[in-house]
């Protein structure tokens, strides 16, 4: 069975990896003292993809902010709804907003217009 993750987590996973991958790009630029267009280059590359990131950062935070929060019947904690079909942030367990797809296998293809 294929590993699923909730997609705000996933997002924000994606955000962190945004930053560290633009420290060590611009960390890269150390290679190239000699060469100053490289070194700018590098740090240029670098720091768009910190802005980047906290253009993803904002953008997840909006739509945190719109998500559906329901009480996991697992765990019993509050946590996030994004579409169909997602699983609760801290236990995993498969969460759906629509009655027809309860006691269905989990799927995130649910949440896919083709799929409707």
Do not use: H
Not at 89 to 111: A, H, I, R, V
């Amino acid at each position: 069975m294929k590993k699923y993750n909730n997609k705000i987590n996933k997002i924000r996973s994606f955000a962190l990896a945004l930053i560290f991958i633009g420290f060590v790009i611009m960390y890269g630029a150390i290679f190239f003292r000699e060469n100053q267009i490289l070194v700018l280059i590098f740090m240029s590359v670098g720091l768009l993809c910190i802005i980047g990131s906290t253009a993803v950062y904002g953008w997840i935070g909006l739509l945190s902010t719109r998500a559906v929060q329901v009480v996991c019947p697992e765990c019993g904690k509050w946590t996030k709804v994004l579409g169909r079909v997602d699983l609760c942030m801290y236990c995993n367990e498969p969460l759906t907003l629509d009655q027809n797809l309860e006691g269905k296998e989990f799927d995130q293809s649910y949440n896919s217009k083709k799929s409707q």
